[in-house]
């Protein structure tokens, strides 16, 4: 049996000597990593020349080069999603003057399968030494406060210490829960973005301390850092602001302990301080700053973003994309050839390949409509038929692995593309936005019967506003970047709303976001459309999406109440009073609320 896939991810800044020997490290391991994403966090002293000269063949290393030094919190933030695009079991975060023996990724790999415990782990940490052999004190995480007895043992026997964090030095994440939870917030920026992105992991699962993975942490004074002092005490304060009055990864109970620890290792450094006014000023400024807001990871990492090499090598100028369409059993087959059709053949700027997803068994005239597209399409068609109806979520989850190039269109299967289309968004993705939106136009028996026009906002900071309380942008006509799909963790599964969950994960993540306003896809909308957009079913995946978007911390609680109340009370009004709303406020101006 195949051990499971790991993906370290080594965020540097100006430590090329050290950035080679982690990198060499990495290679030795006993369990070696699939890839290794190496985030340049705007190196000044060569790194970057050693990473295009020295790697640039190497299929293994994968360069995410930032324009600007966004700290720990952004540089894994940006490594933790490039690294999804590899597929993953395993996440490793590891800084770049760390240095893991040849068995650390073994033993942490080791932990992970081995332990029985009552929640599976989250996230697990090595051991971390200075050069010297000493255990490093900051590095060394403490034993989870009041810890139950079964999980104790759980870990005993797996010889590890149970945690409630760990450091970024050298910490191993469950990559599913990776994908549940989010990316660690980039504004935290140099302190504290540790703690609050692995005791938000680790919420509701196991933290593992495995004191038999061993990695050196090559600082250049034990037990201190290079940061000056004040500036350090000022995102001290500000970031733990943060974590304990808007993290979700401490219980109430929890806060009330870290932030009482928090304001006595404050006063203590206050005690020990000989500048206590540069201190002092601070913990003012720290105590305005965490007042704010942080900023979503779009702001922060969007203006830093300047080269992400895709693993296939794609180059830049016109590229290739493939068609990813669904089909059931429900389907019309006159209304997918037509939507095959309008997407394939009749296009200014066709597609290269087609990927046709048959979600479980069809009927025998849709079956031999699908075939009959397959043996006459212009382009490639790979049909995959799933044995069993899995839901649109998985079934398109399933068709983009198989899609063969990075950029992909979506098509709904009784829908109709306009001829203009592709030609009229792809050269916005090829520009650098990862996913690319459209008006569309309803209609009723044909093309000619129009009921209503849905116009999308567009800019992407309206966008970005937007997406907290509708989904921006009408899935049918969507164009995105595989991978940055696969690092928000894909369609999740939730029914009929996972494609509002899917775009929200993208952008908080920052995915560069875009819309054209003119229509350029007929949408069906046929009996029953109204009744989609209502009933117990529909409000139960609401309140799930807007439990899951508080959790995730891109809503605020007033804005999760605030959702709950008006999305939530749409879904419960009548339909006849919900096909007037939706006509006079909804289908002719923007985004609907069906997602």
Known sequence: MPGPRVVAVVVTWNRCTLLQEAVTAL?????????VVVVDNASTDGT????????????GLDVVALAANTGGAGGFAAGIERALVHRPDLVW???????????????LVRCWREYDGPRPPALLASRVLWTDGRDHPMNTPRRKPGVRRREAAAARRVGAVPVRSASFVSVMCDAAVVRDRGLPVADYFLWNDDFEYTTRLVRGHAGLYCPASVVVHKTKAFGSTDVDPGERFFYEVRNKVWVFSRSRGLAVPERILYAA??????????????????????????LLAGLR??????????????????????????????????????????????????????????????????????????????????????????????????????????????????????????DVSFPERFARQLPLVEAGADIV?????????????????????????????????????????????RDAVVAAGGYADLDLLEDYLLFTRMVSGGAEPANLAEPLVHYRVGEGAYARRGGRRLLRSELELQRRLLHLGITTRGEYLRNVVVRGGYRLVPEGVRKVAYRRLLANSSSSLRG
């Not at 290679?27 to 890839?35: D, F, G």
């Not at 970057?48 to 299929?59: K, Q, V």
């Open 27 to 35: 290679r030795a391991q006993t369990h070696q990593p699939a890839a």
């Open 293 to 414: 807001r942080p900023r979503s990871n779009a702001e922060v990492l969007g203006p830093a973003r300047v080269a992400a090499q895709a693993p296939d090598g794609s180059s830049e100028g016109e590229q290739q994309f493939s068609l990813l369409i669904s089909t059931w059993a429900g389907d019309d087959p006159e209304q997918l050839v037509e939507a095959f059709t309008s997407s394939v053949q009749k296009q200014s700027r066709p597609p290269a390949d087609v990927v046709l997803v048959q979600d479980g068994p069809v009927p025998a005239p849709l079956a031999s409509a699908i075939g009959e597209l397959v043996a006459s399409s212009p382009v490639p068609v790979n049909h995959l038929a799933l044995p069993a109806n899995v839901g649109l979520g998985p079934a398109l989850d399933a068709g983009l692995a198989a899609c063969r190039h990075d950029i992909v269109a979506r098509m709904d299967a009784d």
């Open 48 to 59: 970057r020349e050693l990473l295009a000269s020295s790697y640039s063949s190497d299929h």
């Open 261 to 286: 620890s928090s304001v006595r290792r404050w006063v203590r450094t206050f005690a020990a301080s000989d500048d206590r006014p540069r201190l002092r000023r601070a913990l003012l400024r720290g």
């Open 437 to 481: 939106g459209a008006g569309l136009v309803e209609f009723g028996a044909s093309t000619d019967d129009v009921v209503g026009r849905r116009t999308p906002p567009v800019g992407a900071d309206e966008i970005r506003r937007v997406i907290r309380f509708r989904d921006p942008f009408n899935h049918p006509t969507v164009v995105y970047r």
């Open 93 to 107: 975060l590891l800084d770049d003057d760390t240095v893991p023996t040849p068995t650390a990724a073994a033993e």
